[in-house]
């Protein structure tokens, strides 16, 4: 099944997890997998403010778990206001951590981060740098 505009929203517990909106949708009923085209997710949405907010050129939604998959020029920003830009993001609903183990940039107030990874723990909003972590300080 193929859709044009696609808007999926994802509940535990009674409330909103994951709000996710793609111009473009393929379904596979056989994988229960959708593959989108430029993407926008907001997961575990509070109050208007996202835990994470993600955009990117593709993505997989995995039906059966709610797991998604960001590809192509991924951005997002946590909620405490970082900045981030990596080649690809997964959000695991089960645990509810953001990760990836590619090379990642992350821009807060004050300064630029970079390393070779992260995990984000959204309900807790704690952020951790992966491999070989630096930081360039701006006055």
Same mark, same amino acid.
């Given at each position: 099944?193929?859709?044009?505009?696609?808007?999926?929203?994802?509940?535990? $517990?009674?409330?909103?997890?994951?709000?996710?909106?793609?111009?473009?949708?393929?379904?596979?009923?056989?994988?229960?997998?959708?593959?989108?085209?430029?993407?926008?997710?907001?997961?575990?949405?509070?109050? $208007?403010?996202?835990? *994470?907010? *993600?955009?990117?050129?593709?993505?997989?939604?995995?039906?059966?778990?709610?797991?998604?998959?960001?590809?192509?020029?991924?951005?997002?920003?946590?909620?405490?206001?970082?900045?981030?830009?990596?080649?690809?993001?997964?959000?695991?609903?089960?645990?509810?951590?953001?990760?990836?183990?590619?090379?990642?940039? *992350?821009?807060?107030?004050?300064?630029?981060?970079? $390393?070779?990874?992260?995990?984000?723990?959204?309900?807790?909003?704690?952020?951790?740098?992966?491999?070989?972590?630096?930081?360039?300080?701006?006055?």
């Amino acid at each position: 099944m193929e859709l044009r505009t696609l808007t999926f929203v994802a509940s535990r $517990g009674g409330e909103r997890d994951l709000v996710l909106h793609a111009e473009r949708a393929r379904y596979f009923p056989d994988t229960n997998v959708t593959y989108l085209e430029r993407v926008h997710s907001m997961v575990d949405p509070r109050e $208007g403010q996202p835990g *994470i907010e *993600i955009e990117c050129d593709r993505g997989e939604l995995f039906l059966a778990t709610n797991d998604f998959v960001a590809t192509g020029n991924v951005r997002g920003r946590t909620a405490d206001g970082r900045k981030f830009t990596t080649t690809w993001l997964r959000y695991d609903q089960k645990t509810d951590v953001a990760f990836t183990d590619a090379p990642v940039v *992350i821009e807060e107030a004050g300064g630029t981060y970079t $390393g070779g990874g992260f995990r984000y723990h959204v309900r807790e909003q704690r952020f951790r740098l992966l491999g070989g972590a630096s930081v360039v300080r701006e006055p």
